[in-house]
């Protein structure tokens, strides 16, 4: 198993040390990781800063792959907030240092947070997914220094502030909108992630579900990751199985790897035999 996006001690909203998410995804049969710390230059209304210092970071992660080589493939990544405000200090900061991997998060709309909930503050629901959609859409646009797009439907964990079900929102109201934000990543070269926060969040869901995955094949999408979002060691590689039985679902044969910024492609069919002894590719 891969996953894709875990979060350290190196993300505000962490205290998991990185030592012991590394024993924790060996011992859970995790052969590959990237550590994705927090980068949100613009983070309104939040007594945390998210940024850390990448020196310090890769070297923490250096000690992590002698400590663990054989056994662990450890990516150097980030998960970057997007908004426009930062865009030029957000791509200086990817360019200026080493990454194998990068993901583009939008957890900002309408300058307002969603995880706060003020963002949803004098909204409707279908306001409120509209803005947040074309948004997304907006960032991927603009911002063509990452590599997958994170969680693009997060705005379905905070849809509670609306007294909204997730489950009861016709979301192909938003298909044609969100198919462009598809078309935009696969034009360019970059992919989406399979995001499992879902279940920790209550939501019992995939991060975007079945028939957003499914259209992102559809529409050519071949570039996909796996991440758990993990802030805690228990969440590494939580319900990874059902992701890959989601992918295999929508059409996919391969999850998606990177070595120095530039995706390969594994077969999921690999997944089991990858967690018994080694690499195999
Ligand atoms: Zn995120
Ligand atoms: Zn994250």
């Known amino acids: 198993m891969f996953d894709y996006h875990v979060h350290t001690s190196f993300s505000a909203d962490s205290k998991?040390?990185?030592?012991?998410?590394?024993?924790?995804?060996?011992?859970?049969?995790?052969?590959?990781?990237?550590?994705?710390e927090h980068l949100d230059y613009y983070y309104p209304n939040c007594p945390l800063t998210f940024e850390f210092d990448y020196d310090e970071y890769a070297c923490t992660v250096d000690e992590m792959r002698d400590r663990f080589g054989g056994r662990l493939y450890i990516l150097k990544a980030v998960e970057i907030?997007?908004?426009?405000?930062?865009?030029e200090k957000n791509e200086q900061?990817?360019?200026?240092?080493?990454?194998?991997?990068?993901?583009?998060?939008?957890?900002?709309?309408?300058?307002?947070?969603?995880?706060?909930?003020?963002?949803?503050?004098?909204?409707?629901l279908d306001e409120a997914l509209?803005?947040?959609?074309?948004?997304?859409?907006?960032?991927?646009?603009?911002?063509?220094?990452?590599?997958?797009?994170?969680?693009?439907?997060?705005?379905?964990r905070?849809?509670?502030?609306?007294?909204?079900?997730?489950a009861c929102i016709d979301w192909r109201r938003y298909d044609q909108l969100i198919g462009e934000t598809l078309k935009q990543l696969i034009k360019t070269g970059r992919g989406i992630e399979v995001n499992m926060s879902g279940y920790r969040y209550k939501l019992n869901c995939t991060l975007p579900?079945?028939?957003?995955?499914?259209?992102?094949?559809?529409?050519?999408?071949?570039?996909?990751?796996?991440g758990s979002d993990a802030h805690h060691q228990a969440h590494i590689a939580h319900h990874f199985e059902r992701a890959y039985n989601l992918l295999e679902e929508a059409g996919f044969k391969y999850v998606t790897v990177y070595r120095e910024g530039q995706p390969h492609f594994v077969p999921i069919s690999k997944m089991g035999k990858l967690t018994e002894g080694g690499r195999d590719w």
Do not use: W
Request: contains cysteine; charged residues 20%.
């Open 81 to 87: 907030g997007l908004h426009s405000s930062v865009k």
């Open 130 to 156: 509209e803005l947040y959609f074309e948004t997304v859409y907006y960032c991927v646009q603009d911002n063509p220094f990452f590599h997958v797009l994170g969680h693009l439907d997060l705005i379905k």
């Open 16 to 36: 998991l040390p990185m030592e012991q998410a590394c024993q924790a995804a060996v011992d859970k049969g995790v052969t590959e990781i990237a550590f994705t």
């Open 93 to 124: 900061f990817v360019r200026g240092h080493q990454f194998d991997f990068i993901i583009g998060s939008v957890h900002i709309a309408d300058d307002l947070d969603l995880h706060n909930g003020d963002y949803f503050k004098g909204k409707s």
């Open 209 to 226: 579900e079945l028939p957003l995955i499914r259209l992102y094949r559809q529409l050519g999408g071949e570039i996909i990751t796996v």
């Open 158 to 166: 905070y849809v509670h502030y609306l007294q909204a079900d997730p």
